[in-house]
């Protein structure tokens, strides 16, 4: 038994608040067991590293609750083979996750001080297999395309085409649809050129902005 406070912490969110939930994929839970959260967080959050919500990470953005992060991982159903497209990179926590349990992972960030940051702590902690990138989330990113899997850690009123494109046939896609009070988790499968919807739960998300709506929020201003 460890004396270890934070390691107390993770297990009791495994346990409690994913296991205790409907969190029953095994590698996932290793995976959310393997992965720090206390290394994605600011210092001032260290000790709230695993409860079960989210936290400031600044540029107005969050890091996702534990459940959320481990909800998306599980619907998009990874077996070790796959390579996967992260929306929002953030703290980057999603993507060590998703490193965990895929081949490979490609994460985009509009932020690059975020960005920046989320790659060294990355790559301090040893991950090979993701490739942090500054861009447009809604853009996708065309070059590493296709994915296996596209998960996005923002919220938009529909599925942007692009990411749709960049899908493999077959291929999973999870994210938050909906206004800021109303939206909802889909995990989306896609079909040629249609697409089978299933709603997961009702969640919280920032918007997913496009660059072009930012420059123009800005210009405004």
Not at 50 to 70: E, F, K, M
Not at 127 to 155: R, S, W
Request: one cysteine or more.
């Amino acid at each position: 038994m460890t004396d270890d406070p934070l390691a107390l912490a993770r297990e009791t969110m495994l346990k409690r608040h994913l296991g205790g939930r409907d969190i029953s994929d095994p590698r996932v839970l290793d995976a959310m067991r393997r992965v720090p959260r206390e290394e994605f967080v600011p210092e001032a959050y260290r000790d709230a590293a695993y409860d079960d919500r989210a936290l400031g990470i600044g540029c107005g953005q969050t890091i996702s609750q534990p459940y959320v992060v481990a909800a998306i991982a599980q619907a998009c159903c990874l077996n070790g083979s796959e390579h996967v497209l992260d929306v929002g990179t953030g703290s980057g926590y999603q993507a060590a996750v998703l490193a965990e349990l895929a081949a490979s992972v490609v994460t985009i960030e509009r932020h690059g001080e975020l960005s920046r940051h989320a790659a060294a702590t990355l790559d301090r902690l040893g991950y090979k297999n993701i490739l942090c990138v500054v861009g447009d989330g809604t853009l996708g990113y065309a070059p590493e395309a296709p994915y296996d899997a596209i998960v996005a850690a923002a919220a938009t009123l529909e599925i942007p085409p692009a990411l749709f494109e960049q899908l493999r046939d077959g291929g999973r896609m999870v994210l938050p649809l909906g206004g800021f009070d109303d939206q909802v988790l889909y995990a989306i499968r896609k079909h040629g050129a249609k697409s089978q919807m299933m709603p997961l739960f009702p969640c919280r998300f920032v918007p997913l902005v496009p660059e072009d709506a930012e420059g123009r929020m800005q210009n405004e201003e």
